[in-house]
């Protein structure tokens, strides 16, 4: 039976109490709408520790203000239930005002990894999930935090901001979990009409040419970048971005042989859809 609790000083004490008993911390921070690629991040925490929380928590930084805040999936209940059917130990589901109390005005940043891709576009969304994951790495201490690497922006940023302020927490991503035909899954894949779910195929086909060219030889940037872009964006309603750029920097120079990134972001309707492989390293999409 997984146990629920809301204020940020219960959370603290169960992790505590969890190491004093000998036992890895394993976390798994959320915003809800739990889907199987959340419920993989679980199996691989249960994989490498023995205490597992997962954190349900829509976070209003992180949003701008014409973004789908009120919109966003909450569906508490059924992700509770998820969540007792793996076994996880522990949810920590605070309210904002326990996170952000009146008078809350901190805030943390990384700079260089935040600036491209996502932070073109979205250039407060960075250090929102940067500062509400620090208060959470803080609560929970000493653990193994796991993150989805459909975010993967997010995830080298939380790595960056973890090793530079001294955090002790080892960051895992894991893969991009997929549906049937290769769309990556995603909380606001809900939002798609059936017409809206046919079109977003687009982008896994603008990965797939890219990978496949990538394992024919092809290592251009830019022909790479263009052959996705080929079909994702008569395919969606509009293109944010499609990029070819080193995985650790997050830059278009200088390009390596051995590793390349492609990310995707396109909006269909209301929703906006973000999508990536790195080329080299990943399976195909």
């Known amino acids: 039976m997984s146990r629920v609790v809301r204020k940020p000083a219960e959370f ?3 992790c505590e109490d969890a190491r004093a008993a000998q036992r890895r911390v394993g976390l ?25 929380a997962v954190t349900i928590f829509v976070n209003p930084l992180q949003f701008a203000p014409e973004e789908d805040l009120e ?11 998820g969540c007792r ?13 326990t996170m952000y109390p ?14 491209p891709l996502e932070g073109g576009f979205r250039p407060s969304h960075f250090d929102g999930v940067t500062t509400v994951v620090t208060k959470l790495f803080n609560l929970a201490g000493r653990c193994t935090a796991l993150f989805g690497r459909k975010d993967y922006q997010q995830w080298k940023i939380l790595t960056r901001m973890a090793l530079d302020l001294d955090m002790p927490i080892e960051l895992v991503g894991c893969p991009i979990i997929r549906e049937a ?13 059936a017409s809206e779910r046919q079109r977003a195929l687009g982008v896994v086909s603008g990965l797939r040419d890219a990978f496949d060219a990538w394992e024919r030889g092809e290592r251009d940037p830019d022909a790479l970048r263009s052959l996705t872009e080929k079909s994702v964006r ?51 999409p």
């Open 234 to 284: 008569p395919a969606f309603d509009h293109l944010d971005y499609v990029a070819a750029v080193d995985p650790e920097t997050l830059t278009a120079s200088p390009p390596s042989p051995d590793r390349l990134l492609i990310a995707v972001a396109a909006q269909l309707g209301s929703t906006r859809l973000i999508d990536n492989v790195v080329l080299g390293e990943d399976p195909r």
């Open 12 to 14: 603290r004490r169960a």
């Open 85 to 97: 059917e793996r076994g996880v130990d522990l949810v920590f589901a605070p309210a904002p005002n």
């Open 28 to 52: 798994v921070p959320t915003m809800g709408a739990l889907h199987r690629g959340h419920f993989s991040l679980i199996d691989e925490a249960k994989a490498r520790a023995d205490f597992i």
């Open 71 to 81: 919109q966003y999936p909450r569906t508490f209940e059924s992700d509770l239930d």
């Open 181 to 193: 035909d290769g769309l990556a899954l995603s909380s606001r894949n809900r939002y798609l009409s």
């Open 102 to 115: 009146t008078g809350f005005q901190t805030s943390v940043s990384v700079k260089e990894l935040a600036k």
